[in-house]
């Protein structure tokens, strides 16, 4: 008698990036069940076969059954966007921070806890490379939730047993992105700029560099945190191509005339320092830019 397949819980499954892992979880043959408030979710991300409950990870009493017997549990619930924690920050640390103790307090021992943070913890350093041995100084309050959270997952390990990693996304890209939300930025701004035949807009000299890394990629970082040996005791990796990107050498890839505005205050370059996530999780992205940004003009009718 064959074994019953994994089962596999992904919060915030029905948005950007939680949806492409979905889907990849069920090619590699997990029982997956999704728990989104679809508050920026979309209920047509989720494949028919998935069982969805719409449920908001604040609420504690819901969770305990939710992600009863679940092998991995991938936490990716959260409000993501930088200007609304600035102005909301006691709703979203409700979402990013309290539903992230909900998770961490409802899982089992036999649960392996994959987080989803980002490279915003790093706030605006005019270190290069960032590397996760390196100070933390977010400037913003999501920032600030995302590494709480960072911490929050290590005490669970250190505490109680729990197996927890925590990846720190830098920036994502791909099919299904949102162009109005929290990963579009410069590639959101790029895509609906080309698809009404306007010039793209550049910040400044177009120098600035952007570690962009294609959802597809990052989706195999989480699921080779879920399954690697190497990790389980709160470690943070950076998931990332390892190689800045100049705003230039995404207009080139888009394609069209440019248009350049004045210069505002941003850090000039960041990329993700990736020796960690080679050697604990053994991935490297594969993705290049170039037919990432071709896939998206393709989906988006972009000629």
């Known amino acids: 008698m064959s074994a019953l397949p994994k089962k596999a819980v992904v919060t915030g499954g029905a948005g950007f990036i ?3 892992l979905v889907e990849a979880l069920l090619a590699k043959g997990y029982s997956v069940s999704v728990i989104d408030s679809l508050i920026s979710g979309k209920r047509e991300n989720v494949p028919d076969s998935v069982s969805l409950h719409i449920q908001d990870v604040r609420d504690a009493e819901a969770l305990p059954e939710l992600l009863k017997d679940a092998a991995v549990v991938f936490h990716l619930a959260a409000l993501p966007r930088v200007e609304y924690s600035i102005q909301y920050p006691v709703e979203t640390h409700g979402v990013n921070v309290t539903g992230t ?3 961490l307090a409802s899982v089992g021992h036999e649960t392996r806890v994959v987080f989803a943070s980002s490279a915003a913890v790093y706030g605006n350093t005019e270190a290069t490379f960032l590397s996760e041995s390196m100070p933390v100084m977010p400037v913003s309050p999501y920032g600030l939730h995302k590494y709480v959270s960072e911490r929050y997952l290590a005490l669970a390990s250190s505490l109680y047993g729990t197996q927890t990693v925590s990846l720190r996304f830098f920036n994502v890209y791909g099919p299904r992105l949102d162009p109005e939300g929290p990963y579009a930025l410069v590639v959101g701004r790029f895509l609906k700029l080309r698809k009404n035949g306007e010039p793209l807009t550049i910040i400044g000299d177009g120098k600035q ?6 959802v597809r990629d990052v989706v195999a970082a989480l699921i080779a945190a879920a399954e690697s040996p190497e ?4 470690e943070v990796i950076n998931i990332g191509t390892g ?3 100049s705003v230039n050498e995404l207009a080139d890839a888009f394609g069209g005339p440019c248009e350049y505005l ?3 205050m941003e850090p000039r370059a960041s990329c993700a320092d990736t020796a960690r996530a080679k050697d604990l999780l ?3 992205a594969t993705i290049s830019l170039t037919h990432g940004v071709a896939e998206l ?3 988006w009718g972009i000629i």
């Open 297 to 299: 003009k393709q989906e």
């Open 262 to 264: 004045p210069p505002r």
């Open 231 to 234: 990790v389980g005791k709160g």
């Open 209 to 214: 560099t952007r570690d962009f890394i294609h």
């Open 18 to 20: 939680g949806s492409h």
């Open 282 to 284: 053994g991935f490297t």
């Open 101 to 103: 103790v909900n998770v």
């Open 243 to 245: 190689r800045g990107t």
